[in-house]
């Protein structure tokens, strides 16, 4: 029988500064949104750990803070999936895309997953990014799928979790920690505490 720490896989969760990446999670994971959201100063990255399906997702957020760039390959190495998150309100961001995914192909080192956000949709005067221009971006570069949300709302953050992890419990080849890790409850844990996984 499989045991809910058993089948692991490993999520990064990248986009520009303010694009609302950590909102996103916040949202889906506690159902809460901070209007006036402080970035963590010198944390360059969290892991929080969701269940889905009795699967263990973890999920990788950046602070995207400059020192981070050392930690880049650790941070991708693995991956079995991205969210990649621009700003609907925001070219520059929606720009950026074509890059965090290259990063994503480049240091995962598996077939990647990646699926596009397009956060802040609520936003509709100070909208930028129409919807068809970044479809067209996601065909073009072989990605999942391009869904607008917004975590102010709660516009499509589970639809957007769900058709990810739809695509995540397909895969074979996830990271089996099998039975002898009964002590992983490891919500909010800071990348030391998730030393186990031999990734940082
Ligand atoms: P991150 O740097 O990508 O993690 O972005 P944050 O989650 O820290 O969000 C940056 C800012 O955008 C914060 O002030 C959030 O309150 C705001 N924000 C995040 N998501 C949304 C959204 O869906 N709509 C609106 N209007 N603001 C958002
Ligand atoms: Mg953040």
Same mark, same amino acid.
């Given at each position: 029988m499989t045991d809910r720490y058993d089948v692991l896989y490993k999520v990064v969760l990248v986009g520009d500064l303010g694009v609302g990446k950590t909102s996103i999670l916040q949202r889906y994971k506690f159902g809460v949104f901070e209007e006036n959201y402080k970035a963590t100063i010198g944390v360059d990255f969290t892991v929080q750990t969701l269940t889905i399906d009795n699967k263990t997702v973890k999920i990788w957020d950046t602070s995207g803070q400059e020192r981070f760039k050392?930690?880049?390959?650790?941070?991708? &190495?693995?991956?079995?999936?991205? !969210?990649?998150?621009?700003?609907?309100?925001? @070219?520059?961001s929606f720009e950026g895309v074509g890059k965090w995914?290259?990063?994503v192909n480049y240091f995962s080192g598996l077939r990647t997953t990646s699926l596009l956000l397009g956060n802040k949709c609520d936003l509709i005067n100070e909208r930028k990014v129409k919807l068809c221009d970044a479809q067209s971006f996601a065909l073009r570069n072989d990605m999942l799928d391009v869904i607008e949300t917004s975590a102010k709302e709660n516009s499509n953050i589970d639809e957007?979790?769900?058709?990810?992890?739809?695509?995540?419990?397909? &895969?074979?080849?996830?990271?089996? !920690?099998?039975?002898?890790?009964?002590?992983? @409850?490891?919500?909010?844990?800071?990348?030391?505490?998730?030393?186990?996984?031999?990734?940082?």
């Open positions: 050392a930690m880049i390959p650790k941070f991708y &190495r693995d991956a079995h999936a991205a !969210l990649i998150v621009f700003d609907v309100t925001n @070219t520059e995914l290259q990063d957007a979790f769900l058709q990810l992890s739809k695509e995540l419990l397909k &895969r074979e080849d996830y990271i089996s !920690l099998g039975s002898m890790r009964p002590s992983l @409850t490891l919500d909010n844990s800071s990348p030391a505490e998730s030393s186990w996984w031999g990734c940082c």
